[in-house]
């Protein structure tokens, strides 16, 4: 049986060379956001920012979306956010781009096709 003298052994050890931190906050006093609510979205030359209602900040790469990629910065802006605050829209009636992004498309992995 040397292979449980062998854990026990680096089982004291690992005991012996841990060191135990106090936590100086309960998980209760963290925040966790519960919902991603749009409150603005801005662009540079390469980025959508999307800013959340929670104060996160998303940037997504505008090479991610052929559409705004391709336009120029002036359409980009003509955006609309819906009601729900959960998604961009561009209408083709008032600018060249025919489009919609969802912001939580962009905050939880895509399973491969």
């Known amino acids: 049986m040397p292979t449980k003298i062998k854990q ?50 998303i940037s997504v790469p505008l090479w991610w979306i052929p559409t705004l990629y391709n336009a120029e910065p002036k359409e980009r802006e003509q955006y609309q956010i819906s009601r729900d605050r959960k998604m961009i829209v561009w209408d083709p009636e008032k600018c060249s781009i025919n489009d919609e992004v969802r912001v939580d498309d962009y905050l939880s992995p895509r399973n491969k096709p």
């Open 8 to 57: 026990t052994e680096q089982s004291e050890e690992f005991q012996q060379s841990a060191q135990w931190y106090e936590i100086p906050y309960p998980a209760s006093a963290y925040t966790f956001p519960r919902e991603a609510l749009l409150q603005r979205v801005r662009f540079d030359n390469d980025y959508m920012h999307l800013e959340l209602a929670d104060g996160r900040i």
